[in-house]
């Protein structure tokens, strides 16, 4: 009985070792606007546009990018990388704002109140 499952067996650990979720490394916050515009340059033009409008805020370290990030990733529609790219962006980016609030920031802190408030 045993030979019989054998086959079954080196399948499932062969197959299940093709199935490793890796978790991809954290962006760094200076790497998130490329991340994002290399992501979306073919994307819809709205989204693109959209993409495009997130990755300056961020550029710029404006507390709001992180609602914006939120509401990309959100977007339907958006390709398996599109939507990596924009959850990689805001986490990294949510991160950035908790260490700046943390700091004593105050738009950082408002953003991570509002942030905090919708969860």
């Known amino acids: 009985m045993f030979m019989s499952l054998a086959p079954v067996l080196a399948i499932g650990v062969i197959t299940s070792g093709c199935s490793k979720n890796v978790a991809e490394k954290p962006l760094a916050p200076s790497e998130v606007p490329a991340a994002l515009e290399n992501a979306f340059k073919k994307a819809e033009p709205e989204t693109q546009k959209a993409a495009q409008e997130v990755a300056t805020s961020v550029a710029q370290y404006e507390p709001k990018a ?10 339907p529609g958006l390709t398996p990388e ?15 704002m908790q260490q700046a609030a943390t700091n004593g920031n105050a738009k950082a802190k ?10």
């Open 110 to 119: 408002a953003a991570m109140e509002k942030y905090k408030a919708t969860k």
């Open 82 to 96: 599109e939507r990596r790219a924009a959850d990689r962006a805001f986490y990294s980016y949510l991160a950035a």
């Open 66 to 75: 992180l609602e914006d990030l939120q509401t990309l990733s959100s977007k």
